[in-house]
Structures are given as structure tokens and as C-alpha cells.
């Protein structure tokens, strides 16, 4: 690969990028003007029956989320909270049982959240992050590098979780502020596709995108170059 793909970076305006509209421009780094077989073999893969028909109410879910779609000009006008996409996409593939993934940190959240995908008739298996009850030197971590040093700690097992829910044949599973590189483990050994309610931010209340919209005041020391 020549350039990497920066599609962050690219200044080309919306309507005229080559994502957008046949024929749009795109710099160097375009992967849709320069990594064309890429595309292809990625698009190769909604011929699958499963893969295309997930993608196709993925994508009528979002049409969903805005009212006034009939309305020239049209101003997007959103309607529908994450919560209710994720039941409504749920019932539009047909699933009946969701699989609640959780850190121990959010449980009242996890139980408003079983009670609500309940009362909206699935079926549904949480399971919590300390599953196991594993003692944390199980995977070499020293007292100093716990979280309450010199205490007991369980470890967090996310692929306990994937593997509880696995073997408890959740169709479609939910996870709820898992932490970083917990949540990419429950995303490799989970067998159902997993979509995510809330990330973990134990300082922005779990809105990571706080940081960002800060950049320029409180978290300007984040934009500033480390090297």
C-alpha cells in the first residue's frame, strides 16, 4: 500500500467526494478512488443472503431514525434514541434472544436495560464482566497494578462473557461499558454480531465524544503533538 487510507483528513467538500456521488474527487489517500479491488471484494461479501439482509435493515434502521424524509429541501430531523434502534433493529431481523454484556461498574444501568429489552419481548442473557470470579494474577497482574492494591481483585473476563453468551445461543448481543481492550476481546470470541449501547469514559460519564468537542478548551492538550 502506497498511502494509507485518511479519509479523517480529507478537505474535499461532502457533496463532491468521490464517497458521495459517481465521478466525486478524493485525494491520494481515497480508498474509493485507490483501493478499488479492496472495495470490491468487500462488497463481494453482501452477496451472502445473511450478510445482505443484516446490512439491508442496518440500513433502513437509520433511514428510520429521521422524520420528514419526504419533505424538499430535506433538514434531518432525528427522532429515535440508540435505545430504541437497538430494539427495533432486533425485531426487524427477527431475533428473540439478545445477550446483555456488562461491566460490573454499571450495574443499575445493565438492569434498566434488561428490563426495558424484556418489556419489549426478548428473551435476554447478561452476563457480568467478573464472571468466573478469576483472581487477577491468573493473567501475571502484580498487587501494585490492581485497581485496590493489596486487595483481592476478580479479573474482568470478556471472553467469559462471549463464551457464557455463546453457549447460552444469543442471537445478537449488547455490550455496555466494557473497557478498552476488554470490549475488543468480547468482539473476537463472541459468535453472534454484537452492537454496543454505551462505551466506557469513567471520567466523561461515558460520553468519550466530550473529549473531542473539547479539543479546543478543557482537552486542548490532547490535540497537542506528543513527539
Do not use: W
Amino acid at each position: 500500500m502506497e498511502k494509507l487510507p485518511e479519509c479523517a483528513k480529507c478537505s474535499v467538500k461532502p457533496a463532491e467526494r468521490a464517497c458521495r456521488r459517481e465521478g466525486g474527487a478524493g485525494p491520494d489517500s481515497c480508498p474509493t478512488r485507490h483501493m478499488e479491488m479492496v472495495v470490491e471484494k468487500a462488497l463481494a461479501r453482501y452477496g451472502e443472503p445473511e450478510i445482505r439482509e443484516f446490512a439491508r435493515q442496518a440500513s433502513i434502521q437509520e433511514a428510520q431514525c429521521y422524520a420528514g424524509r419526504d419533505k424538499k429541501p430535506f433538514v434531518r430531523r432525528p427522532v429515535k434514541t440508540r435505545l430504541e434502534e437497538i430494539c427495533e433493529f432486533s425485531h426487524k431481523m427477527g431475533y428473540k434472544k439478545l445477550g446483555l454484556a456488562y461491566c460490573a461498574g454499571l450495574q443499575s444501568e445493565a438492569s434498566r436495560l434488561q428490563k426495558v429489552l424484556e418489556a419489549d419481548g426478548f428473551q435476554t442473557a447478561s452476563v457480568i464482566c467478573k464472571v468466573g470470579c478469576t483472581p487477577k494474577e491468573e493473567i501475571g497482574i502484580a498487587d501494585a497494578e490492581k485497581v485496590r492494591i493489596g486487595e483481592p481483585e476478580s479479573m474482568c473476563s470478556p471472553i467469559g462473557q462471549a463464551e457464557v453468551l455463546n453457549e447460552a445461543g444469543t442471537e445478537f448481543n449488547v455490550l455496555l461499558g466494557l473497557c478498552v481492550g476488554h470490549d475488543s476481546l468480547f468482539f473476537k470470541y463472541a459468535k453472534a454480531p454484537t452492537t454496543v449501547f454505551a462505551a466506557k469514559d469513567r471520567v466523561l460519564g461515558h460520553n468519550p465524544l466530550a473529549a473531542l468537542y473539547t479539543l479546543n478548551s478543557y482537552y486542548e492538550r490532547l490535540s497537542r503533538s506528543k513527539g
